[in-house]
């Protein structure tokens, strides 16, 4: 018989870390444990089943692996989150990765900077999550997330919503329409055969131990054209790792 969630035992907390770090290099410290009780219990309240139970599930069920990872990986965004970086952009940028895109708001940002200067760049956003993607394919928002747009790319990328979409906003076709999303786990999936002229892979490093950094960006790096830059969060460094990128100033990379 079905019984209410408990916390996590220890043991089981270094199992569900351990598949959590194998699948995606995100490090969950002992700090993380309230965290982790918190989002899996969710999921378990939703199937009825115990922690043991679960993990036994996502051992042996693809996808429920990819729930699991997916409802453990979601990070909050919102538009236009460390704008000074959009700096980098000309235009002469027609292909932009952002590599680790939640639930849109930092792609769509990137487009709506982009339409309202005239640069036509098409924008591959990637997650590991696909709830997230799937909001970001929607590309319907609170109005309330609007507050750190500038008013005149709200009023030229934006489309606010009325009667039962009062308290919405959409993104304007035409932005919307410059930005594709694609499920990417940046840990295990083969990178595109696409060169890009910038990659933005921001607020993700944060959560990965050196090793992982190293073989992430290394690996990014493949896909960025000669002369290409590469952008992190503000929170973030590549110190004490190898890689073959050139600092250019706080959280800008360029490729040799």
């Not at 990659?199 to 054209?225: A, G, P």
Request: proline share 4%; net charge positive; aromatic share 10%.
């Amino acid at each position: 018989m079905y019984q209410s969630p408990c916390k996590l035992t220890n043991k089981q907390f270094k199992q569900y870390r351990n598949i959590v770090y194998n699948e995606c290099g995100i490090t969950l410290n002992d700090d993380k444990k309230e965290l982790l009780n918190a989002r899996l219990g969710r999921r378990l309240r939703e199937l009825k089943m115990a922690a043991e139970e679960y993990l036994e599930l996502i051992r042996s069920d693809g996808e429920e692996l990819k729930a699991f990872v997916d409802v453990i990986s979601t990070n909050h965004t919102f538009f236009f989150r460390e704008a000074q970086a959009f700096h980098i952009i000309n235009e002469d940028c027609r292909s932009i990765w952002c590599a680790a895109s939640s639930s849109g708001e930092e792609p769509y940002s990137l487009a709506a900077y982009c339409h309202s200067r005239g640069i036509r760049a098409s924008i591959l956003a990637t997650d590991i999550s696909d709830s997230c993607l799937n909001r970001g394919r929607r590309g319907v928002y609170a109005i309330d997330s609007s507050k750190h747009i500038p008013a005149p790319i709200l009023k030229q990328c934006f489309q606010k919503g009325r009667n039962h979409c009062s308290g919405f906003m959409r993104i304007k076709p035409e932005v919307k329409n410059a930005v594709q999303f694609e499920r990417f786990n940046l840990l295990t999936d083969p990178v595109p055969g696409t060169k890009f002229d910038i990659i933005f892979c921001r607020n993700v490093m944060i959560y990965f131990d050196n090793q992982t950094k190293e073989k992430v960006v290394n690996k990014l790096c493949r896909t960025l054209n000669k002369g290409g830059h590469f952008i992190i969060g503000g929170a973030e460094s590549l110190n004490g790792i190898s890689h073959p990128l050139k600092y250019m100033a706080p959280s800008v990379y360029r490729q040799p």
